[in-house]
């Protein structure tokens, strides 16, 4: 058999590299690529020391810092399946995870360690190792007395690399299993789709627990042997110090309004960039353009799941058009798919389908969800509903499940969405459904004001969309709030919205 380890393609593409710097923290630390090839191979020795056997899941709770990197390699050079976890998950989300994935080792911070115990004893997890947000813990001590050799395991392409828990708005989280060939066929597609180059260097500020800063960031930054500057979390401070030293940058919308806050922010500290890129939420029309009008800069936006990784991309050569997410890149396949499963016409709504290489295998412990999640001939229902234009473009307009249907009448929040947004002193919107006695559901707005518009008033925002959209579609109510819930990857947690509101047109 051949080996598809991922790491094996890492470990290829460094050839000639290995006295490069690999990553620069803050902190002033350095690592060089050799390094990485030696801590990561101090981290699989461990593993295997502590028993650790091919397909045994390794849970990760800790911040980011370097050798949580090289952790998380180790165990793709073990053959072992890593299992990143959100620092912010609390007891009963972890316990569910223990008891989901049963992995072999938990890796989690100081802080948590009697908490993580407690939980670890009672679903009989073997060992638990600490890691703290300098790379410190018991698991760096241990594997500081490893050797700093180890021969990448041979594994099958199909074999499991990462499992990773969606972060579903309903029901229990799913483990993606992403499989060694998912990665390479990824990682290998967007790093030829943005045009890695020699010399690139990647400004770093995404949480690793997640595909968009472990495996696009990384992924690519490493595959190219580019220095990664990396930073232990988003800080518009840090960003604007470091950006002139980097080329490329990889953030979620939230990240570029709150560079634009930045009166400082503009085409001088983005002098050596060469590629902005976005995603994870979708980015709005006029966030794009005024990064334009700032920097000279055309974000490049593109769209991924953790079941799939990327999808689609606006180009590097060609136009990068706001409000899309660009064409599907090479050896992706994408359809646009009405309720019974027929593919409508362009500019049409319906359900996004993908298959390619990059199309996880399936739910971990869960055959039937999985079943259910796949067309008979191969294709992933991605759950977004989206269009596609002549040129193949796709545009995503919201989730299935976001859908409002308001007497009978479907209704996409993003389209509504869209025109709160242009209307003067709206920062930012989230449009929902509510149960409603007459309609089933009633479309309600959430609005941001711009500064110095806090006073903006319901009824003018109706009266304003009034002239514009048909009266089904036009809030029923609107709130003016602070700021938008949103998660760690900037997406708008509609859910807590439709939460709070499920009470508003309850009959007495
Ligand atoms: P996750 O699995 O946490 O990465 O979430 C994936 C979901 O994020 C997708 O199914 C989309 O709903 C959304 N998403 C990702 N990228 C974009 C984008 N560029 N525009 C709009 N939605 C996006």
Not at 76 to 83: D, F, M, S, T
Not at 154 to 175: F, M, N
Not at 254 to 277: I, K, Q
Request: charge should be neutral; glycine fraction near 10%; proline fraction near 6%.
């Amino acid at each position: 058999m051949k080996s598809e380890n991922f790491y094996g393609l890492i470990s290829e593409r460094l050839k000639g590299h290995l006295d490069d710097i690999c990553l620069e923290t803050p902190a002033g630390e350095h690592y060089s690529y050799a390094q990485l090839e030696a801590e990561s191979a101090r981290y699989a020795q461990l593993y295997m020391q502590l028993g650790l056997q091919s397909g045994d899941r390794v849970a990760v709770q800790t911040e980011k810092s370097p050798s949580a990197l090289f952790a998380y390699l180790g165990c793709l050079r073990a053959g072992l399946v890593y299992l990143p976890l959100n620092p912010a998950y609390r007891d009963l989300e972890i316990e569910y995870f223990l008891e989901n994935a049963e992995p072999g080792l938990v890796i989690c911070s100081p802080e948590r360690l009697a908490a993580v115990k407690a939980l670890a004893t009672k679903r009989r997890v073997a060992h638990v190792l600490t890691l703290d947000a300098s790379g410190r813990g018991t698991l760096h001590e241990a594997a500081r007395a490893c050797p700093a050799v180890f021969s990448t395991a041979a594994v099958g392409g199909d074999e499991v690399a990462v499992i990773l828990y969606t972060s579903g708005t309903t029901g229990r989280p799913k483990g993606a299993m992403i499989t060694h060939r998912n990665l390479a066929a990824n990682a290998l597609a967007l790093h030829k789709a943005w045009g890695w180059q020699p010399g690139d260097v990647l400004l770093h500020a995404l949480p690793i627990f997640h595909i968009h800063g472990l495996f696009v960031a990384c992924h690519c930054a490493m595959l190219n042997a580019s220095k990664i500057l990396f930073l232990p979390k988003f800080d518009v401070a840090a960003v604007m110090r470091a950006l002139p030293q980097a080329t490329v940058f990889m953030g979620v919308p939230t990240y570029y309004t709150r560079l634009l806050a930045e009166p400082a922010f503009g085409s001088d500290v983005c002098r050596n960039m060469r590629l902005f890129t976005c995603g994870s939420a979708p980015l709005l029309p006029q966030t794009f353009r005024e990064f334009h009008e700032r920097t000279g800069h055309t974000i490049l936006e593109r769209y991924g799941m953790t079941e799939t990784g990327m999808n689609t991309s606006n180009p590097l050569d060609g136009p990068r058009l706001p409000g899309t997410v660009g064409p599907p890149l090479p050896g992706v396949a994408v359809r646009v798919v009405d309720a019974t499963g027929n593919d409508v016409a362009n500019g049409e709504v319906g359900e996004l389908l993908v298959k390619g290489p990059n199309v996880f295998k399936g739910y971990w412990r869960m055959p039937e969800k999985t079943v259910e999640e796949f067309t008979g001939n191969g294709f992933f229902r991605t759950g977004d509903l989206a269009r596609r234009d002549d040129n193949g473009y796709v545009s995503i307009v919201g989730r299935a499940k976001d859908l409002i249907i308001s007497g009978g009448l479907n209704i996409y929040p993003k389209e509504i969405e869209g025109y709160l947004d242009k209307l003067e002193g709206v920062k930012e919107s989230a449009v929902i459904g509510v149960p409603h006695p007459d309609f089933g559901e009633a479309v309600v707005a959430v609005l941001v004001a711009r500064p110095g518009n806090e006073d903006l008033r319901e009824s003018d925002v109706i009266a304003a969309l009034k002239p514009l959209i048909a009266s089904f579609k036009v809030p029923k109510r609107v709130f003016v709030v602070p700021e938008l819930p949103r998660n760690t990857m900037g997406k708008v947690q509609k859910n807590l919205l439709r939460e709070k509101h499920l009470g508003l047109f309850a009959k007495p």
